[in-house]
């Protein structure tokens, strides 16, 4: 399936998030990360990308062989991706003890075509890192990389209660991390749009001027009867597809 992820980030991730609820495809309080994980760089744009997963160990050294030497491996492996990776870590020390990335690793992953990278650990290098316009998130800052080093590729990992696989599809923004469900991808642009002028109903009323309570309530119904009615034509559309 082609997805369209210039399309995807031209919405926020409320939206994106909004509008996945909408097929009723998993339960509400699923499918996005928790409030530990936040935009090291609020003010960058929304990302989308597929999550290149890994887990990251900075409390003990390397057994044996080069700290960076996974690094290849990664950027490597990013080719296995349907599309641009975003770096997903899970920092497997808990509390983190130092920090997941800085301006290197960074630099990498934006060179080999990352949208950006999300860690249940630390960041550093902020400074550096908002120069290269690269986007991250994390739990918070720390100085020190510690003895900081990948663990494994491309597994199964949890971060800020969400579970990744490699290759689930996310958008990031100021607001946090939505996946949203391959089956759907393809359509929630055009879906989100849909939404965002449901939404306006009430949006543009209260622009207006000053509001009253009866023309409020009524403005508002009008924006829950839009949403309604797109819901179940999303919906119906799924179930006629799914044959």
């Known amino acids: 399936m ?57 409390a003990e050294p390397k057994l044996a062989g080069d700290v960076y030497g996974s690094l290849d491996e990664q950027v490597a492996r990013f080719a296995e991706l349907p599309g641009p990776p975003i770096v997903v870590f899970q920092d497997l020390d808990d509390p983190p003890v130092a920090a997941t990335f800085g301006e290197l690793m960074c630099t990498t992953y934006h060179a080999f075509g990352a949208q950006g ?38 597994r199964t990992v949890r971060v800020g209660g969400l579970t990744v696989q490699p290759g689930d599809l996310l958008h990031a923004d100021a607001n946090g991390v939505v996946s949203i469900p391959i089956a759907i991808a393809d359509e929630i642009p055009d879906a989100a749009a849909e939404f965002v002028l449901a939404e306006a109903i009430l949006l543009d009323y209260l622009k207006q001027g000053p509001p009253e309570v009866k023309r409020f309530a009524e403005a508002r119904q009008a924006m829950m009867d839009a949403l309604g009615a797109l819901g179940r034509r999303l919906r119906a559309r799924r179930a006629a597809a799914a044959g």
Do not use: W
């Not at 369209?4 to 980030?9: G, N, S, V, Y």
């Not at 495809?25 to 597929?50: L, N, Q, S």
């Open 117 to 154: 990278l999300i860690t249940s650990g630390a960041a550093r290098d902020l400074d550096q890192v908002r120069r290269i316009g690269f986007s991250a998130f994390s739990n918070g800052a720390i100085c020190s990389h510690g003895c900081s080093h990948i663990v494994d590729l491309h």
């Open 2 to 58: 082609s997805v369209d992820l210039k399309a995807l980030t031209r919405f926020d991730t409320p939206t994106i998030s909004n509008t996945i609820e909408l097929y009723e495809v998993r339960p509400r309080g699923a499918g996005y990360m928790d409030g530990r994980i936040r935009a090291c760089f609020p003010e960058m744009p929304p990302v989308a990308g597929y999550a290149a997963t890994a887990t990251m160990r900075c």
